[in-house]
C-alpha cells in the first residue's frame, strides 16, 4: 500500500504522512524523486527511517519514530507547523483511518469505545487544510467489516475530505457520494469485494 501511495505523490508536492501505516510512505518514494515531506511535530524535508544504529533521538516524526532529515530541510516550532497545516499549503495528507464513508467523511481519532484512548493530534487540521487527503488503510477491521460504509459510525474528524483510499483489497476513489474501484489488488475481483461492502462499488471505465 505504502508504494502505491508513494506512486502517486507527484514530484515537487508537499505531503504530511499522518501517524501508523501512512509513516511507512516516506521509505517508498523513488530516491530521484522530489517531494517535501511535512510532520506536524515541525519538520520540512523529512526522509526515510536512518539505519538501524544511526537513530537520532532528537529526529522523530509526529509518532515518535526516528526519520532523517533530507538536504535542505528544516525544523521548527509545532505552532509554524500547525499554522503550515490549517493555511492550505500542504498539496496531500497521507492519514490512517477507523472509517470513511462513501461521501468521503473521515473517522480516525477514536472509536468511541469508553475505554479507548483518543487521539486527534493533527488530523482535524490536516483533513481540513491540504488541497487532497488519501486515506490508507486495511478495507476490514478484526471483525472482518468493511471500514468503508454508508456512514460513519464512529466520532467524525472531517466531513468530505477524502477523495481516494488504498487499501490491501483496492484503491478507490470517492466522488458525488460514489465509490469506484481505481485498482484491485492480485486475485481480488469487483464482485467478490461488492459482497462484502455494504455499499454499491462503481467499476472505473477505460
Known amino acids: 500500500m505504502a508504494a502505491?501511495?508513494?506512486?502517486d505523490i507527484p514530484e515537487g508536492a508537499y505531503a504530511n504522512l499522518g501517524i501508523g501505516l501512512p509513516t511507512e510512505v516516506a521509505n517508498c518514494l523513488a530516491a530521484d524523486k522530489e517531494v517535501f515531506l511535512h510532520s506536524e511535530n515541525g519538520i520540512l524535508g523529512m526522509g526515510p527511517a536512518p539505519p538501524k544504529g544511526q537513530e537520532d533521538p532528537d529526529l522523530i516524526n509526529a509518532g515518535k519514530q526516528p526519520v532523517t532529515l533530507l538536504t535542505g530541510g528544516a525544523y521548527f516550532h509545532h505552532g509554524d507547523s500547525f499554522t503550515m497545516m490549517r493555511g492550505g499549503h500542504l498539496d496531500i495528507c497521507v492519514l490512517g483511518a477507523f472509517q470513511v464513508?462513501?461521501?468521503g467523511d473521515l473517522a480516525n481519532w477514536h472509536t468511541g469505545a469508553t475505554d479507548a484512548i483518543p487521539s486527534v493530534?493533527?488530523?482535524?487540521?490536516?483533513a481540513i487544510g491540504a488541497?487532497?487527503?488519501f486515506v490508507m488503510m486495511e478495507l476490514f477491521n478484526?471483525?472482518?467489516e468493511a471500514k468503508l460504509v454508508e456512514r460513519c459510525t464512529y466520532p467524525i474528524t472531517a466531513l468530505r475530505c477524502v477523495s481516494r483510499v488504498y487499501t490491501d483489497y483496492a484503491i478507490l476513489d470517492?466522488?458525488?457520494g460514489v465509490a469506484t474501484v481505481a485498482e484491485l489488488a492480485d486475485g481480488v475481483d469487483v464482485d467478490s469485494l461488492q459482497s462484502r461492502i455494504l455499499l454499491p462499488l462503481r467499476r472505473a471505465t477505460g
Open 121 to 126: 493530534g493533527g488530523a482535524m487540521d490536516l
Open 101 to 103: 464513508s462513501v461521501a
Open 142 to 144: 478484526k471483525k472482518g
Open 174 to 176: 470517492l466522488s458525488d
Open 4 to 7: 502505491r501511495v508513494a506512486r
Open 131 to 133: 488541497k487532497q487527503v
